[in-house]
Every structure is written in structure tokens, then in C-alpha cells.
């Protein structure tokens, strides 16, 4: 993480947007880092929300392809899995993308979106939301955090 730290803002929006990926990178890690280090409050957060959601986006449209064989291979997420997200999907439709910003199901869920064909446009308001309410509270933890030491 120290070398995406080292890259600023740069660091952080690659981090933001691999970590949105099924690599596992912290980009919060980079943004606390970042922070501490006395980068702008506004501007972090913006520029990992942009890099997660572009990151989650290009999971959605990995979905659309429906390539299981590339999925399986690369990324190692089972077409079981997809398929478990079908019910919630159709009950809650794009509002699920507010969670694509979560460990271990975040990126199973961007790809179910796709592969479900859910609407783009809502599906990245939602995504978009969803990824900045969790940068603002972790740049917020991690400001609280420094001011007690």
C-alpha cells in the first residue's frame, strides 16, 4: 500500500479503482495514509470514490459479457455465486449496487448486476452513492483517529 501512497492522488485512484476489482487491494488504507499525511479532506475522498466506482463499473460490464470461463478463470468467482444474487436482484434491482461497496460480496454483486442486464444509469447512481458514503465515513474514522493521538 506504501507505494500507492507514494504516487498521491494517483496512488490513490489506482488503488480506489483495482480495489473495486477482484484484486485485493485496501484503497482505504491508501486514503487513511494519504490523510495523514495532510492531503485534501474533499478531494481524497473524491478521487477514490471516482477510482472505486469506475472499478465496480468495469465489473458490471465484465457481467454484461457473461464470459463464466474468464470470471472463473481470472477472478475465481463460481457462476453459483452469481446466480445466489438472483432473487435479491429482483426484488431490490438496482438499489443493490449501493452495496457493491462491501468486502467479499461487493464485486460478486457488480458482476450479477451486469450479467442480469439491471439498468446501467441506475445502477451507477446507486454504485456512485454507495462508494462515496463509504469513503466519507472511513476518511472521517480516520480523522477521528488521528486527533485522539
Do not use: H, Q
Not at 44 to 58: E, F, K, P, R, V
Not at 130 to 138: A, E, F, N, P, T
Request: proline content about 2%; charged content about 15%.
Amino acid at each position: 500500500m506504501e507505494f500507492f501512497a507514494d504516487w498521491g492522488f494517483v496512488g490513490l485512484f489506482l488503488a480506489s479503482f483495482l480495489g473495486a476489482t477482484i484484486i485485493p487491494l485496501s484503497s482505504e488504507i491508501v486514503l487513511s495514509v494519504l490523510l495523514a499525511k495532510g492531503y485534501d479532506f474533499n478531494l481524497s475522498i473524491i478521487i477514490a470514490t471516482l477510482g472505486n466506482w469506475l472499478g465496480g463499473l468495469s465489473s458490471y460490464f465484465l457481467g454484461t459479457l457473461g464470459k463464466w470461463s474468464f470470471v472463473e478463470k481470472y477472478f475465481r468467482i463460481k457462476k453459483e455465486k452469481i446466480l445466489s444474487f438472483k432473487t435479491k436482484i429482483d426484488k431490490w434491482g438496482s438499489v443493490c449496487a449501493f452495496f457493491c461497496s462491501l468486502p467479499i460480496v461487493g464485486d460478486p454483486l457488480a458482476i450479477s448486476l451486469g450479467f442480469f442486464r439491471v439498468n446501467v444509469i441506475k445502477v451507477s447512481i446507486w454504485m456512485l452513492l454507495g462508494k462515496l458514503v463509504k469513503y466519507i465515513i472511513w476518511a472521517i474514522l480516520t480523522i477521528w483517529g488521528i486527533s485522539i493521538f
